[in-house]
């Protein structure tokens, strides 16, 4: 048997198109033929069941083995499966399923993006091997009884000869002979990352061998170093020379030569001992063959999920809980899911979804196939009835993803309510590490906060754990639906004081997706209030007076306000300040100072868009809507209410004003270094003042 052609295609596009298509994913042509091979295996696994190859062994061992030869250049794969007669090689290799190369490029020109769908999508599979080989060659025996040998042979994909192949045994062998832009495979580490990247999950056990006359001379130099050195040397002593004769020394020639002599066997059975290693470990292979996703939960212990995770992320900390797919009807998905333990609130960005295909590798974190949310976790999803090289604009309009982007959903939410209902105390032990990922699930899919809001917990100021109703329903008499919050205990500690001193508690809202998760929550709950904790004094704040006040009593204090007003704007050089006087249950505060929540949101999205030259005519005229809240009970207020007109108090009443708008403002947000630097010099001064009084 001896053929020789090239295939037919243009071939001056072919190679083009796979290098530049997919020269961002050189290493995937490990994924494609060992994927092939594991195929060829499965295949013949299939025949055995079916009773069509009766005469394989039915203990047969199936393994995929590759062999990387540095002194050759060359990495083999080899399998033991189903194999080829030249027949098929024709019909599966020569006849590959790609037309019109021009216009191929032509149309995907400019969509780069998708250049790694190319292999699969068109019967490439093979020829990405191309990618990194200058020849290809494949020897392969069918299990077909009688089958002959056959070897293909192929040039730069473009010539190939087809004669009777050299292989024994069942089974294929492809040698690809490495190419320039192939050498760097011969970096062991680069081929274990790329076989473990794509097949450390593959269904038949994967073994790697590594070949070179370069590690052969160093352990043949090393076993040499070990051996007994050999002594031909007679040692004799000065003082033995001076008198020794001719036959004396003849005498211990012969004496040694008869020592050496009865040595031997001895030696020659230490050596034989030596080459027969001692407890030499059985090769292991380099996949997992059968993945923890594929068992039944029930058959599942909670350690072997432990190792799982710690074995596949390489995250030393144990996940919170995890979520075990299992899918059959409509259609095929296996998978587990984890919650990992967040070590800092921005760990939430580095989640990763592992998704496959029969156990083949495909991508991590597609969008179109895991909801958005779930990409924050850390997981593994197989679906069998995915192709390896999908479309993400196919995947858009797929119905089959859609449903189970529906069911991964459904799923999740009824773990979360299992685990609020069966354990509350231990569900609130880890709210504060999955908190982030629901919240943000919530506003990315609405469907999921209908499902989960009974389940959803908010942590409040008192350090207990509430779910939105419970937190309404609690506070009902003192501040009917409206929900307080608070974005940074230690900035707004002291409205925080004042909350808890009259009974008054807050939600603890501080990651960063709480803040677009306030405005949906007044979205989602219709005539429920939520502002944070500085936006608004509650009435309970307030200290109420008995009784109706008279229209004098208004006027007094109207007047009392305007003056207020007029010195601190006076004093601050602010005439835009806004200043209110009110009576404060506490009195050690003597100011505070408020920003509208519609004000505060606005400037979030500022802070959020300020960038984007659409929003920046929006955000040019927007100002904070700050007021400054003097507490009327407090000492120093009424001191500057006393001492408006009083000309010899002038410099410390600037003083106090001064202090006290800082002060305020220090509970609301961090002082600029210049306003901090005239801060601490004006303590420093009120301090001198107070030294001063004590002489």
Known sequence: MNETGNLSINSENFLPIIKKWLYTDQDIFIRELVSNACDAVTKLKKLMLMGEADHIPSDETFSVRVVLNRDEKTIQIIDNGIGMTDEEIKKYINQIAFSGATDFLAKYEEKTEE???????????????????ERVEIDTLSFLQGAAAAKWSCDDGIDYEITNGTRTERGTTITLFLSKDGEAFMDEGKLYAALNKYCAFMPVP?????????????????????EAPKDNTIHIS???????????????????????????????????EQEEPENQEE?????????????????????????????VFFDMNDPLFWIHLNMDYPFRLKGILYFPKLVEQMDVVEGQIKLYSNQVYIADNIKEVVPE????????????????????????????????????????????????????????????DIGMFFKYGCMREEKLYDKI????????????????????????????????????????????????????????LTTPVDKPFVSFLEYKNPGV??????????????????????????????????????????????????????????????????????SRRMMEMMEAYGNNEMYKAMFAQVKPDETL???????????????????????????????????????????????????????????????????
């Open 115 to 133: 250049g790694n769908e190319i292999i699969g999508h068109f019967g490439l599979g093979f020829y990405s091997a191309f990618m990194v080989a």
């Open 206 to 226: 994967i073994y790697v061998d590594i070949v070179s006359k370069e590690d052969d001379a160093a352990e043949a130099e090393k076993a040499e170093e070990t």
């Open 238 to 272: 000065e003082e033995e020379a001076k008198n020794l004769t001719k036959e004396d020394l003849m005498e211990k020639v012969q004496k040694h030569k008869e020592q050496k002599i009865e040595a031997q066997p001895e030696e020659a059975s230490a050596n034989t």
């Open 283 to 311: 090769q292991k292979p380099l996949n997992d063959p059968c993945p923890l996703w594929l068992k039944q939960p029930k058959d599942c212990t909670d350690e072997e999920y432990k190792e799982f995770y710690h074995k």
């Open 373 to 432: 949310f779930l990409l924050l976790l850390k997981g593994v999803l197989d679906c069998p009835d995915m192709p390896l090289n999908v479309s993400r604009s196919a995947l858009q309009n797929d119905g089959y993803v859609e449903k189970m982007n529906s069911y991964i959903t459904k799923k999740v939410a009824d773990k979360l309510n299992q685990l609020f209902k069966a354990d509350r105390s231990v569900y609130e032990s880890f709210w504060d």
């Open 453 to 508: 809001k009974d389940s959803l917990l908010l942590k409040t100021t008192d350090g207990v754990y509430e779910t939105i109703q419970e937190y309404l329903d609690k506070n009902k008499e003192k501040h009917e639906n409206k929900i307080f919050f608070v974005t940074d205990e230690a900035q707004q500690a002291q409205y925080i004081r004042m909350f808890k001193e009259q009974g008054l508690e807050a939600a603890i």
């Open 529 to 598: 209030k939520v502002q944070r904790i500085d936006a608004d004094i509650s009435d309970t704040l307030q200290e109420k007076s008995e009784g109706e006040e008279s229209e004098a009593k208004k006027q007094a204090d109207a007047y009392a306000n305007t003056k207020m007003e007029t010195m601190f704007r006076d004093v601050l050089q602010n005439e835009n300040l806004k200043v209110k006087t009110e009576a404060l249950k506490i009195q050690s505060v003597p100011a505070m100072i408020l920003l509208s929540e519609e």
């Open 629 to 695: 809240v003097l507490n009327k009970t407090n000492p120093l207020i009424q001191f500057l209410s006393d001492a408006t007109e009083e000309e010899d108090k002038k410099e410390d009443r600037d003083l106090i004003c001064h202090q006290v708008y800082d002060l305020a403002l220090m509970s609301h947000r961090s002082l600029t270094s210049e306003e901090m630097t005239t801060f601490i010099d004006r303590s420093n001064r009120i301090l001198e003042k107070l030294a001063a009084l004590e002489k």
